[in-house]
């Protein structure tokens, strides 16, 4: 199976380039994840950069630009993918070296949404409740690992990185909005009426559509929206 | 500027585009089942109070309408503060420009 890999090593190297790698059949077993197929590569050429680390689709770290589309290699199957399998690090965001991009920014984006529980009233003995329906108000929002898929897929983040919060802030935004127990609601909506933060979302759904936890951060903005409406009127 | 910005200019958009659509959409009927056949007919249509008052109302809304997505696009696409000041002004001036002389149209049509 071939594989065709942006390589790019600032120390040494003054453009980018595409690098052709070849696994063999009998290299490639059933079931083989991308990421495993990577990790043979590796063994071919030990200067190719890519993070990784729980391999199981939870830890978020290894996000990449798979034949066009964001995704995370350690849970694509290498057997839906067509060769030559093209990988490029995330689209939009600075390349440190090879597939390893610069986050620094989205965790800055990810701070400004101040993804914490704001509650000021008296601790209770035990814990702070909430009834099943509202917990139930946080599924689809909660699941997200931050592995920057969808920020990395949106065209008005790559406009506007510095001012945008990006589709993965403003899901943890939604989040905590949502949250029955959070008490700074009127201080997050209040934060993202402007014209940068939440409102350089078009609605043009790239985010939902590379998700590979399945969530959906386009109708996250849109509830922000319709609880922002719904507070002004 | 906090006028048109956040959930407002967002709310704007939205309100003046069912206004814009309803009035394109009416008008395209009318285009259709009874289109004047002369100038003089025309005018008499532009000239009715209520046609007046309608199409001036069509004219400011798209006006926000155009301001709004002029103002976003420039936002996304246009980095550069001297370049996005120059697209701002030739623009909104375009716009306030055509909007004035659709007024103008109007009033002349009102008056005849």
Request: net charge negative.
């Amino acid at each position: 199976m071939e594989f065709s890999i942006y390589r790019f090593n600032p120390e040494t190297d003054t453009l980018p380039k595409m690098q052709r790698f070849t696994l063999t059949d009998d290299q490639i077993e059933p079931g083989m994840m991308l990421l495993d197929a990577l990790l043979l590569l590796k063994e071919q050429d030990d200067s190719l950069g890519f993070r990784r680390s729980c391999q199981h689709g939870v830890c978020g770290s290894d996000g990449m630009n798979i034949n066009g589309v964001n995704g995370l290699a350690c849970i694509t199957p290498l057997a839906d993918l067509e060769a030559p399998v093209t990988l490029r690090p995330f689209p939009g965001m600075p390349v440190i070296r090879d597939l390893i991009v610069d986050m620094d920014n989205f965790w800055d984006q990810y701070r400004r949404a101040e993804p914490w529980l704001v509650n000021d009233s008296p601790e209770p003995e035990v814990e702070r409740k909430q009834s099943p329906q509202d917990r139930d108000q946080l599924d689809g929002l909660y699941e997200c690992i931050l592995c920057g898929c969808c920020s990395a897929a949106c065209p008005s983040y790559w406009w506007n990185p510095d001012k945008f919060l990006g589709p993965a802030a403003l899901l943890q935004a939604a989040r905590f909005i949502q949250d029955s127990r959070d008490e700074a609601t009127d201080h997050r909506l209040a934060e993202l009426d402007d014209a940068w933060k939440l409102y350089r979302c078009h609605t043009i759904m790239n985010c939902t559509q590379v998700c590979p936890k399945g969530l959906n951060p386009s109708r996250a903005i849109s509830d922000i929206r319709r609880t922002m409406l719904k507070k002004s009127l | 500027m906090k006028l048109l910005s956040g959930q407002r200019a967002w709310l704007l958009q939205r309100i003046t585009a069912v206004y814009v659509g309803v009035y394109v959409v009416l008008a395209l009927g009318f285009f259709v089942l009874a289109a004047p056949p002369d100038h003089a007919a025309w005018q008499a249509v532009m000239g009715h109070p209520v046609v007046g008052l309608v199409t001036a109302v069509f004219v400011l809304l798209l006006w926000l309408h155009a301001w709004i997505g002029l103002r976003d696009v420039v936002m996304d696409y246009v980095h550069a503060p001297g370049a996005r000041l120059v697209v701002f002004v030739l623009g909104g001036g375009g716009l306030l420009l055509t909007g004035l002389w659709a007024f103008f149209i109007l009033i002349r049509a009102g008056l005849a």
